[in-house]
Every structure is written in C-alpha cells, then in structure tokens.
C-alpha cells in the first residue's frame, strides 16, 4: 500500500513546485496598465452596414470630425477627418444598424485597432478602425 501512495505523494509535490513556479513567473512579469481610449463627437458620413459573417458579423461606418484653424493672415480653415467605426458588441450592433442615419450627430467612445487587408491587386495596406463601446445618438 506504501507503495502505491508514494508515487502519488511525489507526483502532487511536483505539481504543487509547478504551480509555484509559475506563480513566481507571472508575479515577476510586469503587468502594467495600458489606455486605449477613444472618444469622438460627429456627423455620420453614411448609413451603417452590416458586413462580416455570420458567425462574426460587424456594422460599419463612418464619422466626420472637424479641426478649426486660422492663419495669420485672418484665413479660417475647417479640416475634416474620416473615422471608420466598427461595431461588435451584438445589443449595440442592432441599434445602429436600425437607427443611425446619414448626417446624424452621435458620440462615440471607444478604441483605436490597427489592421491590414488585401486590396483587390493581392497588396496588403493598413487599415484604421475605431472598435465602438458606446455610440450616444443626439436629436437631429
């Protein structure tokens, strides 16, 4: 019976080292915070579209920000800037596709995701996305 005890005993030692070990490891790693926040007020550039599949279906699109400048010379300039926002999450995802319109002020919060596709040609470019958490509708 001692024996087959033995075994057992040094097998759950040696487990119990692992363990250890591995929590030594991880305790050692430096796990620091990280923000990837983004937080956008515009007008919607067009209606949503539903694409992906249908495992992993994603509403897209895209939000119109503006920056304000004056030159010296009493100029004013307005420079626009094109968002693309993608949305995963499925309660959300429904909403927008049902009620977001072109030209519609919303406010979006969420994060930034870099990316890469294929172009019709085989040539891979980079690709921007804002990935929505929130998309806050604003009467037009």
Known sequence: ?????????????????????????I??????KTINQVTLLGRVGSDAQ???TEDHPVVIFSLATHSNYRYM??????????????????????????????GQ????????NYGEFKDEEG???????VIADDVIFFQS
């Open 50 to 52: 539903k694409r992906g």
């Open 73 to 102: 010379n009493g100029d004013f300039v307005q420079r626009t800037e094109w968002h693309r926002i993608c949305i995963f999450k499925p309660a959300l995802r429904d909403t927008v596709l049902n009620y977001l319109k072109k």
């Open 1 to 25: 019976m001692l024996r087959q005890v033995i075994p057992r005993i040094v097998q759950n030692i040696q487990k119990i080292e692992k363990r250890q070990l591995s929590a030594a490891s």
């Open 123 to 129: 040539v891979v470019k980079p690709s921007t996305s």
């Open 105 to 112: 002020r919303v406010y979006v919060l969420g994060k930034i």
């Open 27 to 32: 305790e050692n790693t430096k796990l620091e």
